[in-house]
């Protein structure tokens, strides 16, 4: 009974918590009640609480509990998600100059395929700032790979 109460004042108090959550969770109660939190266990007691009872549901569709209605799905938001499930296989592709794993990210990019072959150049010339260390994280590849595309003439259109 008294875990059932806190759980309903945590609920209540949701919508008073920071907006500052890690955006990875999504929205809903889960972000709100663990916003300001950062770690994997917080990402996953988030995300268990955004899907638990419809609640990231009933936020989307009231534009409640730190969601918005008019969101889209962008490639900002889909570039990273790839890298970071696909970065052993961007490594290697990235080292070669093609492969599947390189074709489906250049799509994300938008790259058009016209400009796959300076792309996969690009990537390939640049491998070592692209992974400077054997633990290199797929935010910092994607981030260098901006600043890379940016700086490209030819290929700054793509950079997000």
């Known amino acids: 009974m ?3 109460t806190m759980l309903v004042a945590l609920l209540a108090l949701a919508p008073l918590a920071t907006a500052h959550a890690d955006p990875d969770a999504g929205c809903g109660a889960g972000t709100k009640i663990w916003a300001g939190n950062s770690g ?3 990402k996953l007691m988030a995300a268990t609480t955004n899907g638990s009872f419809g609640n990231q549901t009933f936020g989307i569709s009231s534009g409640t509990l730190g969601c918005s209605q008019g ?3 962008t ?3 889909r570039i990273p998600m790839f890298a970071k499930s696909n970065l052993d296989r961007l490594a290697a592709d990235m080292a070669a100059g093609h492969g599947a794993a390189l074709t489906a990210f250049a799509s994300l990019y938008g790259v058009r395929p016209a ?3 300076a792309f996969y150049a690009l990537t390939q010339k640049n491998y070592a700032r692209l992974f400077p260390t054997g633990t290199t994280t797929s935010n910092e590849m994607v981030s260098t790979l901006n ?3 940016k700086s490209d003439a030819h290929l700054a259109r793509y950079a997000v």
């Open 2 to 4: 008294r875990n059932r």
């Open 40 to 42: 994997t266990p917080y």
């Open 71 to 73: 969101g889209v799905v």
């Open 75 to 77: 490639a900002s938001a």
């Open 115 to 117: 400009d796959r072959a």
């Open 147 to 149: 600043t890379l595309l």
